[in-house]
């Protein structure tokens, strides 16, 4: 199981990268233009030149992985920020599971980021199974990055109509995503995020997001 967990969440990270963004928008010129290049050399990059977007994904990686979380950040060629998501995946007997219903995130000083949703704008199909992905706002965004780049481990737990499903990342195993986040917050890539299409599937009710 070992090997094939491992193959197969590589694989996942792979599929999503054919996937389009639903949330991205091409922008207009910007003088304060986010450098997406620093993303260029990552093994889960892609650039459409067609729709002029970029994506980059990373997610902890461990051995006999239980659960997972995927962050999934797009933008458009003209150095705009358009989507900051949080993808949930579980693991049984070397499968996805169905049905993921929320996904909680625990970072060092305590605070649980909950992810909760009823009609998700956006699902990977991976294996034929549904893992849902979560947009976040802007203020969410800068919240939950800042408290990722300062943690030293993750807790992680996904709930799904198969049950619960724990797991823990320590700060080696965090260090694909927290160099995306380090990026991000660098470049104050938050003060280009347009938080438009989140903000609508926000207030239709299709999710939420909280924080205890």
Not at 105 to 114: A, C, E, N, Q, S
């Amino acid at each position: 199981m070992k090997g094939r967990a491992l193959t197969m969440l590589q694989v996942v990270l792979l599929i999503c990268l054919l996937l389009n963004s639903c949330c991205a928008m091409a922008g207009g010129a910007n003088d304060n233009a986010f450098d997406y290049t620093v993303f260029e050399n990552r093994e889960h990059y892609k650039e459409d030149r067609f729709d002029k977007t970029w994506e980059v994904i990373e997610a902890p990686l461990k051995d006999e992985l239980k659960c997972t979380f995927i962050l999934d950040v797009d933008g458009d060629l003209t150095g705009n920020l358009t989507n900051i998501c949080i993808a949930f995946l579980a693991i049984k007997n070397s499968k996805t599971i169905s049905a993921v219903t929320s996904g909680q995130i625990l970072v060092d000083d305590g605070r649980v980021f909950t992810f909760e949703s009823s009609n998700l704008y956006k699902e990977y199909n991976i294996d034929g199974e549904r893992v849902p992905d979560f947009p976040m706002m802007k203020e969410d965004a800068l919240t939950f990055l800042e408290a990722v780049m300062e943690t030293d481990e993750i807790a992680l737990r996904i709930n799904s109509d198969e049950g619960r499903f724990d797991e823990s990342f320590s700060k080696d195993e965090l260090a694909g995503v927290k160099e995306i986040v380090r990026v991000l917050l660098e470049q104050n890539a938050l003060e280009l995020f347009d938080d438009s299409k989140a903000q609508e599937l926000f207030s239709l009710g299709a999710y939420t997001i909280s924080v205890s």
